[in-house]
């Protein structure tokens, strides 16, 4: 069986109180500069279910592919649980609503480490709802000599 890379979607978060809506470019950048900012660790949290097959490494992506970036999974959970390695933490942006709103009622989360650069023109990201899975060989294109 083929080797896959969990797939997920970004989309436009509401960060409350009036403010404008975070769009999916800006989380993205927010997850992938964050990360580089904290040792290549982010924490990613999701409503969508966690992915439930045997996959090393996630991709978060704009829907259409326009932009993305890969990252290897360190650990996965739903709050109130928490990493084991508690430098893995949401972006700045998120810290409120990770403490008022995700952390009571069971997000779920993956401890991410960023393994690539920011891509541009992913090819064949999955239609359906996150998570979806891409076969590790279609992505592999995007990486040239990156190891992972």
Same mark, same amino acid.
């Given at each position: 069986?083929?080797?896959?890379?969990?797939?997920?979607?970004?989309?436009?978060?509401?960060?409350?109180? &009036?403010?404008?809506?975070?769009?999916?470019? &800006?989380?993205?950048?927010?997850?992938?500069?964050?990360?580089?900012?904290? &040792? &290549?660790?982010?924490?990613? %949290? %999701? +409503?969508?279910?966690?992915?439930?097959? *045997?996959?090393?490494?996630?991709?978060? %992506?704009? !829907?259409?592919?326009?932009?993305?970036?890969?990252?290897?999974?360190? +650990?996965?959970?739903?709050?109130?649980?928490? !990493?084991?390695? $508690?430098?893995?933490?949401? !972006? %700045?942006?998120?810290? *409120?609503?990770? +403490?008022?709103?995700?952390?009571?009622?069971?997000?779920?989360?993956?401890?991410?480490?960023?393994?690539?650069?920011?891509?541009?023109?992913?090819?064949?990201?999955?239609?359906?709802?996150?998570?979806?899975?891409?076969?590790?060989?279609?992505?592999?294109?995007? $990486? *040239?000599?990156?190891?992972?």
């Amino acid at each position: 069986m083929a080797e896959e890379i969990a797939v997920y979607k970004l989309q436009e978060w509401d960060m409350g109180n &009036g403010e404008k809506k975070y769009s999916q470019l &800006g989380s993205l950048e927010a997850h992938y500069y964050f990360a580089k900012n904290n &040792g &290549g660790k982010v924490l990613f %949290t %999701t +409503e969508s279910d966690l992915y439930q097959r *045997n996959v090393g490494y996630v991709l978060l %992506t704009l !829907p259409n592919g326009e932009y993305g970036f890969l990252s290897k999974i360190i +650990e996965k959970g739903t709050y109130p649980k928490l !990493p084991e390695d $508690l430098s893995y933490m949401v !972006p %700045t942006e998120w810290k *409120n609503i990770n +403490e008022t709103i995700e952390k009571q009622t069971n997000f779920n989360w993956i401890a991410l480490e960023v393994v690539s650069k920011i891509f541009e023109g992913i090819e064949g990201i999955p239609k359906m709802p996150s998570p979806q899975y891409m076969k590790k060989e279609e992505f592999q294109k995007y $990486l *040239n000599n990156i190891d992972y």
